[in-house]
């Protein structure tokens, strides 16, 4: 008895779920800027244009199923205010990089975002170059301090000479109740105590100058 009474409070009253962005349906129009989310320039722009026309905007932001394509000229976080990440999760994004040039600018995923339409803007971040190096970040108004500098790590594929399109990184955060490790493409590169990380908050994406970049995925996924 005492069982079923447990399943019947289980079924009244559902484990709290997480906002998600669903990759496969667009947010407003296809190959339109999508209607639900933020930009955030690094550096105040207002005269900065956000549109889905490449050769007349400074940063191309377009629902591209499945996923998004983002052409940054000024670099940016880009972020749907409903994808909240808290208590313990998994967050993760697939991200494909065009040829980047000779450019060392970075893309990846945040979280733990607050404010970030104000002033005391905060978050941390975990982002990866075409070098083969990642880094893991924190920006706190207008400062920013390290948590691991740019680190080498075979896990990471990298445009090249011989590549025909684009190159695929899968990033994943696990936050755990002592731990946060950070992934690359199935392999762990960091961890670090949860209290030195900042970890509920918004969840999003971080594109720095001048890159060209496909999100086929980004989610999150409570864990218990």
């Known amino acids: 008895m005492k069982h079923v009474l447990l399943a019947l409070i289980v079924m009244a009253y559902p484990l709290a779920t997480i906002a998600q ?17 933020k930009v955030r320039l690094d550096h105040s722009s207002p005269d900065a244009v956000i549109g889905a026309v490449p050769d007349s905007v400074d940063i191309f932001f377009v629902n591209m199923t499945p996923g998004w394509h983002i052409t940054t000229g000024p670099a940016a976080i880009f972020y749907h205010p409903d ?37 005391e803007i905060m978050y941390d971040y975990f982002l990866l170059r075409n070098s083969g190096e990642f880094l893991i970040k924190r920006r706190t108004g207008s400062e920013t301090s390290l948590i691991q500098d740019w680190t080498a790590s075979d896990s990471i594929v ?20 002592d731990t946060v490790t950070f992934s690359v493409n199935g392999t762990e590169v960091a961890s670090a105590p949860r209290d030195q990380v900042m970890t509920d908050g918004v969840a999003g994406l971080r594109i720095n100058h001048a890159l060209n970049v496909h999100v086929s995925d980004l989610k999150v996924t409570p864990l218990e």
Do not use: Q
């Open 158 to 177: 990298t445009f090249g000479p011989e590549t025909e399109s684009s190159v695929k990184n899968h990033l994943r955060v696990d936050v755990l109740s």
């Open 83 to 119: 994808l909240m990440a808290e208590g313990n999760y998994v967050l993760e994004s697939i991200l494909h990089l065009f040829d980047p040039g000779s450019r060392r600018e970075a893309f990846g995923i945040f979280m733990g975002g607050h404010d970030l339409e104000g002033d």
């Open 21 to 37: 962005v669903d990759p496969s349906v667009a947010d407003g129009e296809n190959l339109m800027v999508p209607e639900s989310w």
